[in-house]
């Protein structure tokens, strides 16, 4: 008994104790309630208030459109014959180099011969016997007489496309060749709604290009439009863009709506180095304001200037939408033209929309 007493009641006493140990532990670490979301402890468990309310605030807004862009080379200066004939001679070869009025090829084009009459030009006379001497022998065909033409460089810019061969044939019209201007432009498709927001608008944009250390200023852009405008396509048929990413599978630009019917534009300045296709972010200057009401993008609903935001109807428990003029629209903030008063409170968020800080809403970025 004694030996019980020494031996065997500290170590029941040593297993108890460690037992509520145990028991403490879970509960402290391990609360029952606890549940692993999918087997990953890293599901996040906050939800947002989807009646937060927020006031406007004044405030600079500075507005910019970035857009995706390749560059491309400029277009160049067919180079059409001048008349049909054969090409006897080629002065140079695709890469050249050529200045205004240098010679590029020459043709020979085939004249008409010249009729050629007889000596007297009476009919024979008649022999001693009276009878008709024999006439005489007609004079050889004349050969063949050609007129050469020098074909010569509209202007100056390096040789492309050249294919024919010497004694090959060709016709009036027809391009020989081109001559590449070896310049190049920054082309960014726009869809509907961002031409639209640069109508009247005096463009300064900047382009960032992975051999410039700075932003490359984009001087003299223009816009070009396409000649036909597609309908766009159903989701079930996805279609790409048509216009300038034709020309680099692969590049193309998220649209907000419709079909890219227009492009910016920008030539890249000389010293630059660039190739065909490389991507480029343009940054175009939609302008700046002072002191104006801004709210969260996450709170207006719409796209241009008509828009929507929301105010919490205690008597319904209802969010009620409030028509608002829109403005500029900078990270993360809307300019209110009108709509709204200085501390009127509005949703925060959009209503309806399930993931707020995660994906932009109330409309597109611009």
């Known amino acids: 008994?004694?030996?019980?007493?020494?031996?065997?009641?500290?170590?029941?006493?040593?297993?108890?104790?460690?037992?509520?140990?145990?028991?403490?532990?879970?509960?402290?670490?391990?609360?029952?309630?606890?549940?692993?979301?999918?087997?990953?402890?890293?599901?996040?468990?906050?939800?947002?208030?989807?009646?937060?309310?927020?006031?406007?605030?004044?405030?600079?807004?500075t507005s910019t459109m970035a857009l995706d862009a390749i560059v491309q080379p400029d277009a160049g200066t067919p180079v059409l014959a001048k008349a049909s004939g054969e090409i006897t001679k080629i002065w140079v070869k695709n890469g050249d180099t050529v200045a205004k009025g240098d010679r590029i090829l020459q043709?020979?084009?085939?004249?008409?011969p010249v009729a050629v009459e007889s000596a007297s030009g009476d009919p024979a006379a008649p022999g001693p016997d009276g009878e008709p001497l024999p006439a005489p022998a007609p004079d050889p065909a004349p050969a063949q007489e050609y007129l050469y033409l020098n074909l010569t460089a509209p202007e100056a810019g390096r040789i492309t496309g050249l294919t024919l061969a010497e004694w090959q044939s060709t016709t009036a019209g027809q391009t020989v060749a081109t001559l590449s201007p070896g310049t190049y432009s920054i082309v960014a498709g726009l869809s509907p709604e961002e031409q639209l927001q640069l109508l009247d608008l005096d463009i300064e944009a900047t382009a960032e290009l992975p051999t410039a250390a700075e932003p490359v200023p984009c001087t003299a852009p223009t816009i070009t439009e396409d000649?036909?405008?597609?309908?766009?396509?159903s989701p079930s048929e996805p279609e790409a863009p048509p216009g300038v990413f034709e020309e680099y599978p692969g590049m193309e630009q998220e649209q907000s709506s419709g079909t890219s019917a227009a492009q910016l534009r920008c030539p890249?300045?000389?010293?630059?180095?660039?190739?065909?296709?490389?991507?480029?972010?343009?940054?175009?200057?939609?302008?700046?304001?002072?002191?104006?009401?801004?709210?969260?993008?996450?709170?207006?609903?719409?796209?241009?200037?008509?828009?929507?935001?929301?105010?919490?109807?205690?008597?319904t428990g209802e969010p009620t939408p409030v028509p608002v003029t829109l403005g500029l629209r900078g990270e993360g903030?809307?300019?209110?033209?009108?709509?709204?008063?200085?501390?009127?409170?509005?949703?925060?968020?959009?209503?309806?929309?399930?993931?707020?800080?995660?994906?932009m809403v109330g409309g597109e970025m611009w």
């Open 1 to 61: 008994m004694e030996s019980v007493r020494r031996y065997v009641f500290p170590i029941v006493w040593m297993l108890i104790f460690a037992v509520i140990a145990l028991a403490l532990a879970k509960l402290a670490f391990f609360p029952a309630n606890a549940e692993a979301g999918e087997g990953d402890e890293l599901y996040p468990t906050a939800e947002f208030d989807q009646y937060a309310t927020v006031v406007p605030e004044t405030g600079d807004i």
């Open 333 to 359: 903030v809307v300019e209110i033209v009108e709509g709204l008063e200085e501390g009127q409170e509005i949703l925060q968020f959009v209503p309806g929309v399930d993931n707020p800080e995660g994906a």
């Open 107 to 112: 043709v020979r084009v085939p004249q008409d």
């Open 268 to 315: 890249v300045p000389e010293g630059i180095k660039i190739v065909p296709g490389l991507s480029v972010k343009v940054s175009v200057d939609l302008g700046s304001a002072s002191g104006v009401m801004t709210v969260p993008t996450t709170a207006v609903e719409g796209n241009g200037t008509d828009g929507t935001v929301y105010v919490f109807d205690e008597a």
């Open 227 to 233: 000649a036909t405008v597609q309908e766009p396509t």
